[in-house]
């Protein structure tokens, strides 16, 4: 729900606001929230997982792979401590060694994909033995509703303008001024809030909090996570 629907709710917020203020012409006071919510926030809803996914593909290649999948390789830059830490953490976890540094340099790619199963296998498994597993859904979901976010970016600041158009014209002519003049400024915050704040750094930054959490919880559940 927070990483399909709220994207899109979020999006759709200046149509239903457009809405709230014209209450003396039922239509649009009746109607037009409705359509927002149930119409154009329907049928973002059904699109923004696919464009989540899909844009996915090029903030990976801007990470050069997911944060999980960046701190097993042995190609890293983080302490070697650590590094040697987290992996033993997920080879406890899936009961299988890791791709060694020799096969790592001989197909990145294939290693790569190692690691990342490795990484669902660890969080399949922290979820079915209940070890804090919650919160790696609360982190999955917030990562989910950002990348989802900015996936749908430039259609939600379409929507915006479009809406702060609409609403200075029907305020106009319904002469509800000081009405439509607090709703575009809902709908100016909302504007600003998808282009100050989604952006590929914001969807990096959550990624990186999931990261985080994974290890910790693995670090703080060895056996629950172990496999058996």
């Known amino acids: 729900m927070k990483a399909r629907w709220l994207p899109a709710l979020v999006a759709a917020g200046p149509i239903l606001a457009f809405g709230f203020y014209a209450g003396s012409n ?3 006071g009746a109607f037009t929230p409705a359509l927002g919510l149930f119409g154009v926030t329907f049928v973002i809803s059904e699109l923004v997982r696919s464009a989540g996914r899909r844009y996915e593909k090029k903030l990976l290649r801007l990470w050069d792979g997911f944060p999980t999948t960046r701190a097993l390789r042995f190609r890293t830059d983080l302490p070697l401590l650590r590094f040697e830490r987290q ?3 997920v080879e406890g976890a899936v009961g299988y060694v890791l791709p060694s540094r020799e096969l790592e340099d001989a197909d990145p790619i294939e290693a790569d994909a190692e690691y990342a199963t490795a990484v669902r296998t660890a969080i399949a498994r922290v979820r079915a033995a209940e070890a804090d597993g919650s919160l790696l859904r609360a982190e999955n979901a917030s990562y989910g509703f950002r ?56 969807v990096e930054e959550q990624a990186e909090n999931f990261t985080e959490r994974f290890f910790t919880v693995l670090a703080a559940n060895p056996t629950k996570s172990a496999a058996s």
């Open 147 to 202: 990348r989802n976010a900015r996936a749908i970016k430039p259609i939600a600041v379409a929507i915006s303008l479009l809406s702060i158009a609409a609403n200075v014209y029907f305020g106009i002519g319904l002469g509800n001024y000081w009405a439509a003049a607090g709703t575009v400024f809902v709908q100016a915050a909302l504007l600003l809030f998808w282009i100050a704040f989604v952006t590929n750094s914001w």
């Open 87 to 89: 992996r033993k953490l």
């Open 26 to 28: 039922l239509w649009l």
